[in-house]
């Protein structure tokens, strides 16, 4: 990705960037906070956000900061505040809370997290977003499970077709 040779795009930051474009989310001159720098997931996606959008292979044309797990909550509060998309990946429950976000961002989803649900006593799966209170402040948000799961599952199929007929050609 990062040296614009062609390659098949990471199925997780191909499901995100087929999100944006589906959902008609705008990313171009637009800030965007990436809160995960996996090499598989983070990096990719910030990669697809900043590129240009004038080359072959997609680009948002955003102005991207990453911040990780051990970036400062209030550090990370800044950014996020400012921020007209935030996608986060970084494997931390409740990491994005409603204060965090301002009025009409996109938020996407990434985190996979397996918590204790004191109700039922069970273990449950949930995101990196405390989404119950940031689906009132969010014009998108993706819901864990269902949201980005989903659509990562046919990217890798589309991977898969991509590759077979690179071999078949």
């Not at 800030?31 to 598989?40: D, F, I, Y």
């Not at 990669?47 to 080359?55: I, K, N, Q, S, V």
């Not at 409740?94 to 109700?119: F, S, W």
Request: hydrophobic content about 45%; charged content about 20%; some cysteine.
């Amino acid at each position: 990705l990062c040296l614009d040779q062609h390659s098949l795009i990471p199925a997780t930051a191909s499901a995100v960037w087929e999100i944006i474009k589906r959902t008609g989310i705008e990313t171009f001159g637009k800030n965007v906070v990436v809160a995960g720098r996996s090499k598989n997931v983070g990096m990719p996606i910030a990669m697809l956000l900043h590129t240009d959008g004038e080359h072959e292979r997609p680009g948002g044309d955003a102005t991207v900061t990453i911040a990780h797990r051990y970036t400062p909550k209030e550090q990370l509060k800044i950014h996020t505040q400012l921020a007209d998309v935030i996608i986060v990946a970084a494997g931390i429950p409740k990491l994005i809370t409603c204060d965090m976000v301002r009025e009409g961002a996109a938020v996407i989803d990434v985190g996979i997290n397996y918590v204790h649900d004191p109700v039922t006593g069970k273990t449950k799966l949930v995101g990196d977003v405390d989404f119950e209170a940031v689906k009132k402040k969010a014009s998108f948000i993706t819901p864990v499970p269902g949201g980005v799961g989903p659509m990562t599952v046919a990217m890798l199929l589309k991977n898969t077709l991509l590759a077979a007929k690179k071999l078949i050609y």
